[in-house]
């Protein structure tokens, strides 16, 4: 091929990588020679890539929290950066299955989505890939990436950079990215729910949630007066509903509970689902957002799944904040094998629902318009965001969620056999009413069963419960203090053929008046008619009447009705509970809100008992807190039976005092002087400098060191003779002070000021006028 020739297709190359490299160049060529949408476009990027290497570290691939694997689904921020005072023009980057060629379509794994269009865009004829959309000088850019689904190997984020007019590749290093798929925790866990489920019989799952959300692992502009967590809503489905996805749109019940914490629409909707959904799950709302287990449990509920509905989806708010939450979407508990999940552990980050702008936990509002997609959190959205990190690490986990199986109802198909915790958790189910009991376990008696919690022929549960007194053996473990079973709504029997199967009733309708006096319905369905053909004669409507603001007037603001009660704070004898309610439109001139949004109530618990206590023998001392002088030692006893009802008020801990032998104390000397004259005023001398003993030491502390530095000292070279006359002349003086000293040291000592002669007194001064003081006659 001639030079002419390959110049142009070198270019072409170039263009292939990066709109910018195009830019660079002015050139033509034939029509025949233009590069076309055709098959292989990609690959060309790859063999350009690998036909040239550079080792460069200016600039660097990042996927947001370094992580070394993916989790199938999740989303990460993938961000290109040029060290200072590097920068590049144009990028390619791609995703592409480890150990693929990129001349198929199914070689690039993942999705990647456009944060900035003014920044980023698709390739025209390689849509898997991104470019700059504008060649111009950049230090970043950024992008989403979306993983692959579950069993799709590893991938290779890979770029290509153009810097003036050097194109920088690499395949291994800082411009490529290696990631393989997360391991799940629990093997038989699926990471994308199955299109079709083949586990038969059914399951009971207990869902846990634990928030981590507190001052202490979150501190940056942590709201300390309103943090919560609110009601949790949710419900087991099948692949047919959608609570909530990433890459999707918030619903009105999603925006709710996003925006105000009100589970009352999502609960609507859910319920509207039909037989695509089997379980409601709900929990009551947490404040303040995190206290320890010791003093609040976890709160949890309990769900069944089935061969249709074999999925898991909830959500809760932070609050405050503009519209993130937390929760599940779509977690499958039916294995590939034909059976149930038995464990699955998830720690949770916040999302945005896409429905405020915000971005700090106090925002005010900031509708968006049009609404954003659901997407996460992520630490580089915003400086001000409470997330936020420079370097672009992981954000900390917010929560905890723990779904467990506790039972398993019906034939089961398992491919793979059961293993000894499923057998166990079986049998224990089976064998719930038998009464085992230990003897060291001191229990009050069981309470009367509850109302049913089904008002209507909907199967429900009633529930007892006692309280453990105390635990003699904290070796033999005390069974559960409550006690459940089905049940149904008065006049309700399975075995009567002209019952009526009714739905539970929706949720009330919203006031038919924004203040005052108004009226509310709600609705029910029959779910199944009577066997016999006789008709349902119960009613399927309900009308009452609601109050919204008694005042209709400017300052009056719309609010939504009561939350349930929290539990009540204590355990046992006298405590409080409260609920609330929100503000849902405030007063039109603009005052404040005067409805009350808190109510606090008495609550009676079963009466507290004393049980004394039995205590362990006293540990030894332990050793002193220092090694020498004065200090501390402490010796323990424990509690050997835990008591829930009252609180021990022996004493658990002991500390005294105690003595070693005197710390040494080292010598502590003052600082050194300045260095003083040269003692010679020609020729070598030396000068000395001084310091003195501020403390002397004690107890075998340190001795002080010398008290006195000489070193040599120059002025200028004497003369010989000079030399000799100048020594002379200051002994000289030298000898005439001395003798001045110590004349004036005599005459002050032995004669005072004034002496007796005759005929009267004489001042000493007088006689001593020329230089030597002579006694009386």
Not at 64 to 84: F, H, N
Not at 446 to 451: H, I, L
Not at 507 to 515: G, I, K, R
Request: hydrophobic share 30%; net charge negative; charged share 25%.
């Amino acid at each position: 091929m001639t030079a002419t020739g390959l110049r142009p297709r070198v270019l072409l190359l170039l263009c292939l990588l990066s709109t910018a490299a195009c830019n660079m160049f002015a050139f033509t060529e034939e029509p025949s020679e233009r590069a076309g949408k055709a098959d292989g476009y990609c690959s060309r990027i790859l063999r350009a890539q690998s036909s040239r290497k550079e080792v460069n570290n200016e600039f660097r691939l990042r996927v947001e929290g370094d992580p070394e694997s993916y989790q199938p689904g999740s989303t990460y921020r993938v961000t290109l950066i040029a060290s200072s005072p590097s920068y590049f023009r144009g990028f390619t980057l791609i995703a592409l299955r480890e150990g693929a060629e990129g001349d198929k379509d199914e070689d690039y794994i993942g999705n990647f989505q456009i944060i900035d269009e003014e920044e980023t865009q698709f390739m025209t004829n390689c849509p898997p890939a991104v470019t700059e959309s504008t060649p111009r000088r950049r230090t970043s850019i950024q992008v989403f990436w979306t993983a692959p689904p579950s069993s799709s190997g590893c991938v290779l984020l890979k770029a290509s950079i153009v810097q003036k007019r050097i194109i920088y590749f690499q395949d291994e290093g800082s411009l490529t990215k290696r990631m393989c798929e997360k391991e799940s925790l629990y093997g038989d866990a699926t990471d994308k729910p199955l299109l079709d489920c083949c586990a038969c019989g059914t399951a009971k799952y207990r869902v846990t949630f634990y928030g981590n959300w507190s001052e202490k692992i979150h501190p940056k502009d942590y709201p300390r007066r309103a943090n919560h967590w609110s009601a949790i809503i949710g419900a087991s489905h099948s692949k047919n509903y959608v609570l909530w996805e990433y890459g999707g749109y918030a619903s009105e019940g999603v925006k709710q509970v996003a925006e105000l914490g009100s589970p009352v629409k999502m609960e609507e909707e859910i319920r509207q689902k039909g037989d695509d959904v089997l379980t409601v799950i709900k929990m009551k709302a947490q404040w303040p957002a995190w206290q320890p287990l010791n003093v609040r449990a976890a709160p949890s509920a309990e769900f069944s799944v089935d061969r249709t509905r074999h999925l898991m989806s909830f959500l809760t708010m932070l609050g405050p904040s503009p519209d993130w939450n937390v929760g599940l979407s779509a977690e499958d508990l039916c294995t590939k094998e034909c059976g149930w999940v038995q464990r699955v552990v998830q720690d949770l980050i916040p999302w945005d629902a896409g429905t405020d702008s915000g971005v700090t936990y106090e925002s005010p509002n900031k509708p968006s318009t049009p609404q954003d997609k659901i997407r996460p959190l992520t630490s580089l959205d915003h400086p001000q965001s409470p997330f936020y990190d420079p370097e672009g690490g992981a954000i900390t986990p917010v929560a905890r969620v723990v779904v467990e199986r506790i039972a398993r109802k019906g034939e089961q198909c398992n491919i793979v056999p059961d293993n000894v915790d499923d057998i166990v958790a079986d049998i224990a189910q089976e064998e719930k009413e038998e009464d085992d009991t230990p003897e060291t376990c001191i229990y009050s008696n069981w309470s009367p069963w509850s109302a049913c919690s089904s008002a209507t022929c909907e199967k429900g549960k009633r529930m007892r419960q006692r309280m453990l007194k105390a635990q003699l053996d904290l070796s033999v473990p005390c069974p559960h203090t409550q006690d459940f079973e089905p049940c149904m709504g008065p006049g309700c029997s399975d075995e009567d053929a002209s019952t009526c199967m009714m739905s539970e009733w929706i949720t009330w309708s919203p006031c038919s008046v924004s203040c005052g006096m108004g009226t509310r319905s709600r609705e029910r369905y029959v779910k199944q008619f009577p066997d016999d053909g006789a008709s349902c004669t119960l009613p399927t409507e309900e009308t009452d009447n609601c109050v919204v603001n008694e005042e209709c007037t400017p300052s009056s603001c719309l609010v939504t009705e009561w939350g349930e009660w929290d539990v009540c704070s204590a355990t046992c004898g006298l405590g409080m509970k409260r609920r609330e309610r929100m503000v849902n439109m405030p007063p039109a001139d603009g005052s404040t809100c005067g409805a009350e949004v808190l109510e606090v109530e008495k609550c009676m618990m079963p009466e507290c008992h004393t049980i004394p206590c039995m205590l362990t023998p006293w540990s030894d001392w332990s050793d002193c807190s220092v090694t020498c002088g004065k200090g501390l030692r402490t010796r323990q006893r424990m509690l050997k039976s835990p008591v829930e009802l009252g609180e021990c008020t022996e004493e658990l801990e002991q500390v005294e005092k105690c003595m070693l032998p005197e710390c040494p104390i080292d010598c502590v000397m003052s600082e050194w002087t300045e260095w003083s004259e040269c003692n010679k005023s020609c020729g070598k001398g030396h000068t000395i400098r001084t310091r003195m003993v501020k403390l002397e030491p004690q107890f075998g502390g340190d001795p002080c060191p010398e008290t006195i530095q000489r070193k040599k000292c120059k002025i200028r070279k004497c003369n010989r003779g000079q030399a000799n006359s100048d020594e002379k002349k200051r002994r000289k003086e030298q000898r005439e002070k001395r003798r001045s000293k110590q004349g004036r040291a005599e005459g002050t000592s032995e004669h005072p000021a004034s002496a007796p002669v005759k005929g009267g007194w004489v001042s000493i001064q007088a006689r001593v006028k020329y230089g030597r003081a002579s006694s009386p006659p």
